[in-house]
């Protein structure tokens, strides 16, 4: 079932055309467990609704965890660079929900995401986003770049850097400020190909439920971005190390 979901948001496809390819790739089959290919719907559309309403929450987090630590293990993402990173808040239009999410400023990353219902000042959803960080990663951050809409966080135990600071900022500090800006564009990304903007499962806790399941659906494309130009870099260096060897042809000489 958590192989279904990690795909169906990969591909951002419905249940019942997940459930469709799954029939029909034998790759699909593989990578969620099927013991030998099948030629028959494993279960039902419906069943998918209920598994999630079953997981809730702290279920889908998990499933975030995993994609965390699939980049960690693959070194989608750097050590060093889970202790710093940027929040920021934005808008699923279709209950006016606010997900906010946490990235590292790195790779862009997404280690936290979370909606909150109404319209909390962004101030008030800092604190709960680095807890969630500081349970997902098993790490609290050191430094939190985010913009002005902050001020009057009340995080304490994390460092806060707002935007627009000027004083006491060493030249990596200033460069952290400069990498925030990137968040807004992963923002949009995630709304237009992630389906952030709007969310198709009922409720509340639906809504709650789809910001986490775009937050792991984001980390999946990043890891295979990755692992796509790992493999392009290592035939380069196959394919040079193999003309190296390769001993020179003699030009041909006629008389």
Same mark, same amino acid.
């Given at each position: 079932?958590?192989?279904?979901?990690?795909?169906?948001?990969?591909?951002?496809? /419905?249940?019942?055309?997940?459930?469709?390819?799954?029939?029909?790739?034998?790759?699909?089959?593989?990578?969620?467990?099927?013991?030998?290919?099948?030629?028959?719907?494993?279960?039902?559309?419906?069943?998918?609704?209920?598994?999630?309403?079953?997981?809730?929450?702290?279920?889908?987090?998990?499933?975030?965890?995993?994609?965390?630590?699939?980049?960690?293990? #693959?070194?989608?993402?750097?050590?060093? /660079?889970?202790?710093?990173?940027?929040?920021?808040?934005?808008?699923?239009?279709?209950?006016?929900?606010?997900?906010?999410?946490?990235?590292?400023?790195?790779?862009?990353?997404?280690?936290?995401?979370? #909606?909150?219902?109404?319209?909390?000042?962004?101030?008030?959803?800092?604190?709960?986003?680095?807890?969630?960080?500081?349970?997902?990663?098993?790490?609290?951050?050191?430094?939190?770049?985010?913009?002005?809409?902050?001020?009057?966080?009340?995080?304490?135990?994390?460092?806060?850097?707002? #935007?627009?600071?000027?004083?006491?900022?060493?030249?990596?500090?200033?460069?952290?400020?400069?990498?925030?800006?990137?968040?807004?564009?992963?923002?949009?990304?995630?709304?237009?190909?992630?389906?952030?903007?709007?969310?198709?499962?009922?409720?509340?806790?639906?809504?709650?439920?789809?910001?986490?399941?775009?937050?792991?659906?984001?980390?999946?494309?990043?890891?295979?971005?990755?692992?796509?130009?790992?493999?392009?870099?290592?035939?380069?260096?196959?394919? #040079?190390?193999?003309?190296?060897?390769?001993?020179?042809?003699?030009?041909?000489?006629?008389?």
């Amino acid at each position: 079932m958590a192989g279904l979901l990690y795909l169906q948001h990969a591909y951002q496809v /419905s249940d019942e055309a997940i459930l469709a390819r799954w029939v029909e790739n034998p790759s699909y089959q593989h990578l969620t467990g099927a013991p030998f290919y099948r030629h028959r719907l494993p279960i039902g559309p419906s069943s998918l609704t209920r598994w999630r309403k079953r997981i809730g929450d702290e279920g889908v987090q998990w499933l975030l965890t995993q994609t965390i630590k699939a980049g960690r293990k #693959s070194d989608a993402i750097d050590e060093s /660079s889970v202790s710093r990173g940027t929040a920021h808040a934005t808008v699923m239009e279709k209950t006016i929900d606010y997900p906010s999410l946490a990235t590292t400023l790195d790779e862009g990353f997404i280690v936290g995401m979370r #909606s909150f219902p109404g319209n909390p000042y962004d101030g008030h959803t800092l604190a709960p986003a680095l807890e969630q960080v500081e349970i997902l990663t098993d790490q609290r951050p050191d430094l939190a770049v985010v913009d002005r809409g902050y001020r009057g966080h009340g995080a304490l135990k994390t460092r806060v850097l707002i #935007s627009g600071t000027r004083r006491g900022l060493t030249p990596n500090l200033i460069a952290d400020l400069r990498r925030r800006s990137a968040i807004k564009a992963k923002i949009g990304h995630l709304k237009t190909n992630g389906r952030l903007s709007r969310s198709p499962l009922k409720g509340t806790l639906g809504d709650a439920l789809f910001a986490v399941l775009c937050g792991y659906d984001h980390n999946i494309r990043k890891i295979l971005a990755y692992l796509r130009t790992l493999l392009a870099l290592m035939i380069a260096a196959i394919l #040079s190390a193999l003309c190296a060897t390769e001993p020179a042809q003699r030009p041909v000489t006629t008389a």
